[in-house]
């Protein structure tokens, strides 16, 4: 069986390239397709894909194209549309905000999009035009927004089935698309053999430092976790890179620590030294790195908004805090820092408990279930 996978683009490494990487090792011959390729911006997960054979799109290939490819996002059907994938038998695309459910295929050809949302700046969610300040910017943004929303919709009725990667984002496919999906949530990296740790330890961790993981973008609301560490003066770490740093600094106080993206070694030692994960992300689809918090035995505090109910239990695993800002943060950083030893322990076994249902082996079961349901092949 000839298998493509499609992806939106690879030049950053987030949740949903983490779905693309699961795919890959499920389907290891599987010829993988995208818009825009820059291995080293990848960092240091550049390794898992360094040896894929990718094909990129035409736009990919012209310098200036690939290198400010956002104003030029109008350009996305002509990309998607221009892929001929009449030689394979199954087709998954890997679908975000640049749309690459929107290829075009041909009976008998199978497609399958795993959709991580609807494009958020087609739809009234927060994205970084939010804070766009040059006026003909935004102006020239609604614009091509408006015919991108008409083609998104019609593109959207091409995939054979949908898979969305949360309960929110089923809703939202419902909504914008008017269309039936089913929820395969991504596959998360659980680290293995800390479940026994975790019960070994008694009340609060060494560490004294909450950490969060994240793009260091507008929408993701960092500001409010680095004001909460200025209020009451918490040792906080913040793990990723973004064109939000210089401004996040500026406003960070002296128990802010910004790490850039660090090795696996340094990654797990940081997080088994931390007390509690923070996430501030507005109307997140699902939120991967939560979940990866929580395999780590980390009790979340998050922001309660999108697909993050759908696995943060308030008082079980977590906390979820009600307005975004730095007060209704701080109300449960200090809820969970008036927790009893066991009762503190009891939180992080649930938190381990609930990344568990989330693992990689599970996202695999679940994928190939589907597809041998839809598909007379053997996978």
Do not use: C
Not at 113 to 139: D, M, N
Not at 348 to 364: H, I, L, P, S, V
């Amino acid at each position: 069986m000839k298998v493509a996978l499609i992806h939106d683009q690879l030049r950053e490494f987030g949740g949903a390239e983490r779905v693309l990487v699961a795919l890959k090792k499920i389907f290891p011959q599987a010829d993988v397709y995208t818009t825009t390729f820059d291995l080293n911006s990848l960092g240091s997960h550049k390794n898992l894909v360094k040896n894929w054979k990718v094909n990129v799109s035409w736009f990919g290939k012209i310098p200036i194209l690939n290198r400010f490819y956002s104003p030029f996002r109008f350009l996305t059907p002509l990309i998607w549309e221009s892929f001929d994938f009449s030689k394979y038998d199954l087709v998954i695309s890997s679908s975000g905000s640049w749309m690459s459910k929107g290829i075009k295929t041909k009976k008998p050809t199978l497609h399958i999009s795993y959709v991580h949302h609807p494009p958020r700046y087609l739809y009234g969610y927060e994205t970084a035009i939010e804070w766009q300040k040059y006026w003909l910017v935004r102006i020239y943004a609604y614009i091509v927004n408006h015919f991108l929303r008409i083609w998104d919709f019609q593109s959207s009725q091409r995939p054979d089935y949908l898979i969305a990667n949360s309960e929110e984002t089923q809703r939202r496919i419902k909504k914008f698309y008017r269309r039936n999906s089913i929820v395969i949530y991504p596959p998360v990296t659980i680290l293995s053999g800390h479940s026994q740790g975790v019960q070994k330890q008694k009340g609060h961790p060494k560490g004294d430092h909450y950490i969060t993981v994240s793009r260091l973008a507008r929408a993701k609301h960092i500001d409010v976790l680095i004001k909460a560490a200025n209020k009451l003066k918490f040792n906080l770490k913040i793990v990723g890179t973004g064109r939000d740093e210089k401004y996040l600094k500026s406003i960070a106080g002296p128990t802010v620590e910004f790490l850039g993206n660090l090795s696996d070694q340094e990654f797990k030692k940081k997080f088994l030294n931390a007390k509690g994960f923070l996430f501030a992300s507005k109307d997140e689809e699902f939120g991967i790195a939560p979940v990866e918090a929580m395999g780590y035995g980390l009790p979340v505090i998050a922001y309660n908004s999108g697909g993050v109910p759908e696995y943060i239990k308030n008082g079980v695993n977590g906390y979820l805090f009600n307005q975004l800002n730095e007060n209704s943060l701080v109300e449960k950083i200090n809820e969970l820092t008036r927790l009893g030893g066991e009762k503190y322990l009891e939180m992080k076994k649930e938190a381990r408990k609930t990344a568990e249902r989330f693992g990689e082996k599970r996202f695999e079961r679940e994928i190939k279930s589907f597809i041998k349901k839809v598909l007379p092949y053997k996978v």
